[in-house]
């Protein structure tokens, strides 16, 4: 497949996604770092003893609406929390409860929380959106280094790349910026559902079953590395949230996946 069919292809599959753009816009219901809006009777989530680290917050209200996305719920605030020393990666099953994403009804309310320890905050900033069309990456094509060229490869990551201008990939909805392998959907599956996917655990006789619901998982959010945010994922990489279809439609959020990947 030459450079032109591959990009034509990945033009067929793009889907519609939502650009998460710093903004010095005030009065912003949604926000990257700072202190997060939580209603109060809202427990400040926590792991094994140690508070989660506030990551960002969406006031689903201020979300464009693409036809695509309109199973995400139209009102209320997204709350995306996760372990403050990045001490899971998401292939253990072992690793749920290192992070929460938490839906509240309603408006965001006027004030705002300090972490119980604040030593995991990150600067803030407000937060707004924007439509992309999100293509998937060549992996998905079924494509190999040696079924094209090199140079269909980085025509392919350009693209892929364009709608941030070269800002950090910080996206809802569409398809994964993978930094690793596009299998995130698979590994969420199973994962969730006890199976270990850091080495020998693949041999799960479990799988089988477990990979035709592959398929029902959604990229819900990705946070890519971003030095004016202070915010690094392991060495340079991406943090993915992701949330089973059913679960979205039913405005479930407790068995959200995370994913983090890097270089």
Excluded at 28 to 38: D, E, M, R, V, Y
Excluded at 200 to 213: H, I, N, Q, S, T
Excluded at 241 to 250: E, G, Q, S
Aim: net charge negative; with cysteine.
């Amino acid at each position: 497949m030459d450079s032109d069919e591959v990009l034509e292809r990945l033009h067929e599959l793009a889907r519609p996604a939502l650009r998460l753009v710093k903004s010095e816009r005030a009065g912003a219901g949604s926000k990257l770092g700072g202190s997060p809006n939580l209603p109060d009777g809202v427990e400040w989530p926590s792991w094994k003893g140690r508070s989660l680290a506030f990551l960002a917050q969406v006031d689903l209200s201020e979300l464009p609406r693409p036809i695509a996305m309109e199973d995400w719920p139209s009102e209320g605030v997204l709350y995306f929390f996760y372990h403050p020393d990045q001490e899971t990666w998401g292939f253990d099953p072992e690793d749920r409860g290192s992070w929460r994403v938490l839906h509240a009804p309603g408006q965001v309310p006027p004030t705002t929380r300090a972490a119980p320890e604040t030593d995991a905050a990150y600067p803030e900033f407000s937060l707004r959106f924007e439509p992309i069309h999100s293509v998937p990456d060549v992996e998905r094509l079924g494509l190999t280094s040696g079924d094209t060229s090199e140079e269909t490869f980085d025509r392919a990551d350009e693209l892929k790349r364009q709608p941030f201008d070269g800002e950090p990939q910080h996206q809802m909805g569409g398809y994964p910026s993978p930094v690793q392998s596009d299998s995130m959907e698979l590994e969420c599956q199973l994962a969730s559902n006890g199976v270990y996917c850091g080495g020998p655990g693949l041999d799960d006789p479990r799988v089988p079953e477990l990979r035709g619901g592959a398929g029902e998982w959604k990229l819900l959010l990705q946070i890519d590395t971003d030095d004016e945010a202070d915010i690094m994922w392991g060495d340079a990489g991406m943090l993915y949230f992701w949330i089973r279809r059913a679960d979205l439609k039913r405005r479930d959020f407790s068995n959200v996946w995370m994913i983090l990947q890097c270089g």
